[in-house]
């Protein structure tokens, strides 16, 4: 018997997509007939939050500006009642037909899961490639397969989603920092292959600039997760750097010069503050299990 949304929450960020809208929400209400539907309205200068109400949202939220779609998910959770959310976008990227296959993984024991984008989904070569780079540097970091870092397809357990909303940024990296936070308190995350559609109307996502922010997300939430991994390499550099160095003025010189003590110290400064950085993250995430 396929779930009708007694239990859910969708949460739909909406910047001026009425034409999405119009789309996505009929569908939603024939898909998940009892779900609550929740539309945030992010500064939107066309008809969302009226096209929202019309076409069967079961509330509007409206931003009086613009804060990001970040901001929009996060308000949208705090306004949900349900206690399972499931994000999705209002441009008809994401199709509702898929959310059974989230649904029914999420409740094979999963506290989230993401609806991750085939390599043909991606919206272009610059994107698949961005992506992946994350993908891989993500699942570095947190020591666990990612196999779509910035999917905004995803169903996950409300409660735990709001314990984390003061990490989440008001951009588009919300999903970048929940799914990284997830690993770090061991919360069990899987992933479902779904396909992603040609958007409609235009995209307010920068290649460029969100995408050098994204890198900024994950190293920050880096730090937050396991600090170490980020200190060591720069600790051992200028450890390796020091000693080499030292070896060479030695053996070229006969000296022990100030650049080699320099670069030794700085070095086993950074790996003490790696240290440092690690017990400050094992004191931040104790709670929020």
């Known amino acids: 018997m396929k779930n009708t949304g007694e239990d859910l929450s969708v949460i739909i960020p909406a910047k001026n997509e009425e034409s999405g809208l119009r789309k996505v929400l009929p569908l939603l209400k024939e898909i998940l007939p009892h779900a609550e539907i929740i539309v945030v309205n992010d500064g939107s200068t066309d008809a969302t939050a009226a096209i929202s109400m019309k076409y069967g949202a079961t509330k509007v939220v409206s931003h009086p500006y613009s804060k990001g779609n970040g901001a929009a998910i996060k308000t949208g959770a705090r306004n949900a009642t349900r206690e399972t959310v499931l994000c999705m976008d209002a441009d008809s990227q994401h199709d509702p037909s898929k959310i059974h296959m989230l649904i029914g993984k999420y409740y094979e024991g999963y506290h989230m899961v993401v609806g991750a984008r085939r390599r043909e989904s991606q919206a272009s070569f610059a994107r698949a490639f961005g992506n992946g780079l994350y993908n891989r540097l993500a699942s570095w970091v947190v020591g666990h397969k990612i196999q779509d870092l910035t999917s905004g397809f995803r169903v996950v357990n409300r409660k735990k989603f709001l314990s984390f909303i003061d990490l989440l940024p008001n951009g588009f990296s919300y999903p970048t920092t929940i799914t990284m936070a997830f690993f770090k308190v ?45 200190f060591i390499p720069f600790a051992l550099a200028h450890l390796v750097a020091g000693l080499g160095y030292y070896l060479y003025t030695y053996l070229a010189f006969y000296q022990f010069r100030n650049m080699s003590l320099l670069m030794i110290s700085l070095g086993t400064v950074i790996f003490l503050m790696g240290l440092l950085s690690e017990q400050i993250t094992a004191l931040y995430y104790k709670d929020k299990i």
Do not use: C, M
């Not at 992603?196 to 460029?208: E, I």
């Open 186 to 230: 061991g919360y069990s995350v899987g992933y479902v292959e779904v396909p992603v559609y040609k958007r409609l109307g235009k995209s307010h996502l920068s290649v460029v600039k969100d995408g050098f922010r994204f890198f900024l997300i994950i190293f920050k939430i880096a730090t937050l997760h396991s600090p170490l991994k980020i």
